[in-house]
């Protein structure tokens, strides 16, 4: 067996790992292979009478939505009190739940069974840490 293949082949008993690679010289495209017929509700790919929703052209010709400014400008300070050039996608949820937003509809995308939805009520607490003046200056 070479190298390759003891790279690629399924160690951890995990059915959504692949067990192969395709190579990208063969002319094959991985994207048409996996999932066919599989909708996300992810794709951007637009074909033919596929248009960008008016929410997307207008982020995408530099006219924000007032929704879109405040999650810029949230992601910004952020990343400027913080001192972070790239925050991680658990500080983008910690931001996106301090900005008030609640998982209280069902999803619109299909993860497949990776993952279950689940909703909750609007007023729920952003269950995010906050420090505490006393515990700001035990911390000094």
């Keep these: 067996m070479s190298e390759a293949d003891k790279r690629t082949k399924q160690t951890d008993g995990d059915p959504g790992r692949r067990e192969s690679v395709v190579d990208r010289r063969s002319g094959i495209d991985r994207r048409d292979l996996e999932g066919e017929g599989l909708s996300t509700n992810l794709e951007r790919r637009r074909g033919p009478g596929r248009r960008r929703t008016d929410f997307m052209k207008a982020a995408e010709e530099g006219e924000m939505t007032q929704e ?28 996106v739940r301090k900005l008030g937003y ?39």
Excluded: H, Y
């Design 102 to 140: 609640r998982k209280t509809m069902p999803s619109e995308l299909t993860l497949g069974k990776r993952v279950e939805d689940w909703t909750e009520r609007p007023d729920t607490p952003s269950g995010v840490f906050k420090v505490t003046d006393s515990e700001d200056d035990r911390a000094s």
């Design 68 to 95: 879109q400014f405040m999650f810029v400008m949230a992601i910004d300070t952020f990343k400027r009190v913080n001192n972070l050039t790239f925050p991680t996608w658990t500080d983008i949820l910690e931001v």
